[in-house]
């Protein structure tokens, strides 16, 4: 099948008509190409079923040769390796260009007629207009004018006669470019359909698999970069690309040495880069956006703790951060630098503008649900990335939108929010609760956000949450079994965010210590007694030796006894 494809190439005929012509939307050419796009989709669609099933049967030689035939390379029965068309190569439908747009000028005697009343909706099709009721909307229209006496003038029938026939031909190419659009969309989604089945089913090693990467984006990234106008195909692409990236093993071997890892290093640094443009370009489109934070997040997350090697010579003469060197003790080989996998990120944080904090910021606090949390956890990498580089940028764009201290409020209202969430909706209300702890203790790990972590009200908003003055023996729903321990979990977040933000002031900045009612003092005696009271607590309760008592089971029996 794939040696038979035919490739759109430039000056391919389409109904005897060049792509260039500018009849060619007006012609049978315009449905000649769609129909070979929905041919091209199915064809797609039933190779992707192919290789799951053939995936699915553990046939790993007939897997091979199918991956094979995919990127371009088929054994025939006598053994003979014939080239032909990769799945690469069927890409070519993004080529076309359908981005053209056709504009109807004002019309005098048609300016106040509803057309919508002639538009249908077909299966896997856009609204179109149906041309035959068109032509007798524009009938009924003419009648209308002569009944009024409006067309008795020659000229001004002549006028009449032309205008419905602009009309007609504008309606009729917006229809061929509506089939058009919507056939190479659904081409673009079996052909991605077509590479996350192959991504999920590979058992490539990684260094094979970085080839297979790269070569994909090398052939998406640039349409994907064209197509951010167009949500539907930007949506397909973008959903590809994430796929791509949580499909790699960003703490393989093979991102440390050769130029392999190198090149895809810069090509996920193109992605990052690209992404941040796209959040800035989508407007609303939060599923699209969503994709976006969680290719941001992976590409920050999984290089922030890559290490590059760093030869002997440029260590100091007293080893690295000028330590003393023991005697007897060799220098090492190679050491960790974390980061330099991201070349420049805050920067480039920076160079895509202040907006791009505000939209990520109002997507965190209003967004829908998955494009929430997305945002909440590409802010914490944000955060931990610039505090690795050393730069304040992301504290001062969060302090400047007053984010933190409305994060730092939130926590006032999170007992109230759970009692009023129903049981069901609880693990959705969490999910993002939790996002929002995990954002603070990122922001209290460093310096100048621990401060105004604690400036903004902390210990205030969580006195007036009432978390820790709940009854768990009273105030948990002992019918929902895991009440109690979200209720935990809750608290151990919570606690989380305020030892970070006091580690992060240190102890010399005793400016917290009044808050906390530990200044001079004062709330010494009822630290101890809480910490006796504990102490007691896990003595009855075996707490520390239960994980040593070893539970005997019975054995299972084999036969009938």
């Not at 690795?388 to 926590?411: G, T």
């Not at 820790?468 to 809750?490: E, G, K, V, W």
Request: charged share 20%.
């Amino acid at each position: 099948m794939f040696i038979k494809q035919t490739l759109i190439r430039p000056g391919l005929l389409w109904d005897g008509r060049d792509l260039a012509d500018p009849e060619f939307l007006d012609s049978t050419s315009a449905t000649c190409l769609s129909n070979f796009l929905n041919q091209r989709a199915i064809a797609l669609q039933y190779t992707a079923a192919e290789l799951r099933q053939i995936a699915l049967s553990h046939l790993p030689s007939l897997k091979e040769r199918m991956f094979n035939t995919l990127l371009g390379s088929t054994m025939v029965d006598d053994g003979q390796q014939i080239d032909n068309c990769s799945v690469f190569d069927l890409f070519d439908f993004m080529d076309i260009p359908l981005d053209q747009s056709i504009a109807l000028g004002p019309l005098s005697y048609f300016k106040d007629i509803d057309v919508s009343v002639c538009e249908e909706v077909g299966n896997d099709l856009p609204p179109l207009f149906n041309m035959v009721k068109l032509e007798e909307l524009l009938t009924l229209r003419k009648s209308e004018l002569v009944a009024t006496k409006r067309l008795e003038n020659p000229q001004d029938l002549v006028t009449f006669s032309d205008e419905a026939q602009i009309m007609f031909n504008y309606y009729f190419i917006d229809n061929k470019l509506k089939e058009l659009k919507a056939a190479r969309h659904k081409a673009l989604k079996s052909w991605v359909h077509l590479l996350l089945v192959m991504i999920e089913s590979m058992a490539y090693d990684e260094s094979t698999k970085i080839v297979f990467v790269l070569q994909t984006l090398q052939n998406i990234l640039p349409r994907l970069e064209n197509c951010l106008e167009s949500p539907a195909d930007a949506l397909e692409l973008a959903k590809l690309t994430k796929a791509l990236l949580f499909s790699l093993n960003l703490d393989s071997d093979a991102f440390k040495e050769g130029d392999l890892g190198q090149n895809l290093s810069d090509k996920l640094f193109h992605v990052f880069e690209l992404s941040l443009r796209a959040i800035n370009v989508v407007g609303a489109n939060g599923p699209l956006k969503e994709i976006f934070y969680s290719v941001s997040y992976r590409y920050l997350t999984g290089t922030s703790e890559t290490e590059i090697p760093v030869s002997p010579e440029t260590e100091s003469p007293n080893g690295l951060n000028n330590s003393t060197r023991l005697p007897g003790q060799s220098y090492r080989g190679l050491a960790p630098i974390p980061g330099l996998r991201k070349p420049h990120s805050t920067q480039t944080v920076k160079l895509a503008g202040d907006r791009l904090i505000d939209i990520i910021c109002d997507d965190a606090l209003v967004g829908e649900q998955n494009c929430r949390i997305a945002a909440l956890l590409l802010l914490g990498a944000l955060v931990k990335m610039a505090k690795q580089e050393n730069s304040n940028y992301i504290i001062e764009s969060l302090n400047r939108l007053n984010f933190i201290s409305i994060l730092v409020h939130s926590i006032g209202d999170l007992a109230n929010a759970l009692q009023e969430t129903s049981r069901e909706d609880a693990t959705v209300l969490l999910s993002d609760l939790y996002a929002r702890l995990a954002l603070l203790v990122h922001i209290s790990q460093t310096r100048s956000g621990a401060t105004t972590v604690l400036n903004s009200g902390l210990f205030h908003s969580i006195l007036a949450s009432g978390l820790f003055a709940l009854d768990t023996d009273l105030d948990i729903d002992f019918h929902d079994p895991q009440a109690l321990s979200r209720h935990y979990s809750l608290l151990a977040a919570i606690m989380r965010v305020i030892c970070c933000a006091l580690v992060s002031r240190g102890l010399q900045n005793e400016q917290s210590l009044p808050d906390l009612g530990l200044k001079n003092g004062v709330a010494e005696q009822s630290i101890v007694d809480i910490s006796d009271s504990f102490m007691l607590l896990m003595t009855i309760t075996r707490f520390v030796d239960f994980e040593e008592i070893t539970v005997q089971k019975r054995p299972t029996l084999r036969s009938f006894t």
